[in-house]
């Protein structure tokens, strides 16, 4: 290239460089890592005999009894033999289900908290107090006020979602910046209904869905430990009935279940906050 007489040499700008353009990378499977090592492990631990094969069963015998599990085709595992979507279907029901009750009367006891001082010297210190008593100690009382059926299950799920979604809602419409609320004002919103419809129930809508992907994961802890002691289905009585018979594989199998029904329940919900708070990304 001349300009003026002198010869500038020209620079060639790689396609991936330019602006606004970017090649499509595929970056390194991190998240694998650590299940891939935990199976590594345990297949080890199993091959070795560094435990008894009846308490560190192979992973060819969990994958089978997960498959059998799944289908009923070998019968290997007897009584639970293609009977997984069943408990995981009682299970997942009762979640969704205490998980509704819990979640929708802790966010509107943390907003009606949050809003008033009054309310929250009234209710707050008692909701602080019942809140550390766990889960599994509230047992007795609900089998005994609801029998050994769904009933004592969903209202300890209700229970364990309660505490979580009423602590985040409460903070999050407790502080909301007065910023956004005197703004609201000066654009004409004067009524109290109003600010809180347009400004208030929107900036804490973040801290909302915090407590409410915190209660769900509590749900699925709460459904385990009813499970195992109130009723006689559900993918925590299943754990607990194979622990009677020293079935390592079922409770692996239990487990895993758990964990894929508890990530996929919290994607779902993240899905609908990323719908819900557009505004936010």
């Avoid at 060819?60 to 085709?73: H, P, R, Y």
């Avoid at 009054?118 to 009382?141: E, G, S, Y």
């Amino acid at each position: 290239m001349i300009v003026s007489g002198e010869k500038v040499e020209s620079q060639v700008v790689p396609v991936g460089k330019v602006s606004g353009t970017k090649r499509p990378t595929i970056g390194f499977p991190y998240f694998l890592i650590a299940p891939i090592s935990i199976m590594i492990a345990w297949e080890t631990v199993s091959r070795l005999h560094l435990m008894p094969t009846l308490l560190f069963p192979s992973l060819e015998t969990i994958v089978l009894t997960t498959l059998d599990t799944l289908t009923g085709f070998w019968g290997t595992t007897q009584w639970y033999s293609g009977a997984l979507l069943t408990h995981a279907s009682a299970s997942l029901l009762r979640v969704a289900t205490g998980f509704a009750i819990g979640g929708s009367l802790g966010v509107a006891v943390g907003i009606l908290a949050g809003l008033s001082d009054r309310m929250c010297r009234t209710i707050d210190p008692t909701l602080q107090f019942l809140r550390p008593v766990p889960i599994t100690a509230w047992i007795p009382l609900a089998v005994a006020w609801f029998g050994i059926h769904e009933r004592p299950a969903i209202f300890l799920i209700a229970l364990g979602t309660f505490f979580a979604t009423y602590l985040n809602a409460r903070h999050g419409v407790k502080y909301v910046d007065p910023v956004l609320v005197r703004a609201a004002r000066m654009l004409g919103y004067n009524t109290r209904w109003e600010v809180l419809r347009t400004v208030v129930i929107w900036s804490a809508l973040p801290n909302i869905f915090t407590g409410l992907r915190i209660g769900l994961g509590l749900a699925w802890m709460c459904v385990v430990a009813a499970e195992m002691l109130a009723v006689k289905s559900g993918l925590g009585y299943m754990l607990w009935d194979a622990y009677n018979f020293l079935r390592i594989d079922l409770i692996i199998t239990g487990m895993i279940s758990i964990a894929l029904l508890g990530y996929l329940s919290d994607r779902v919900l993240l899905l609908f906050q990323r719908i819900v708070l557009k505004w936010e990304q």
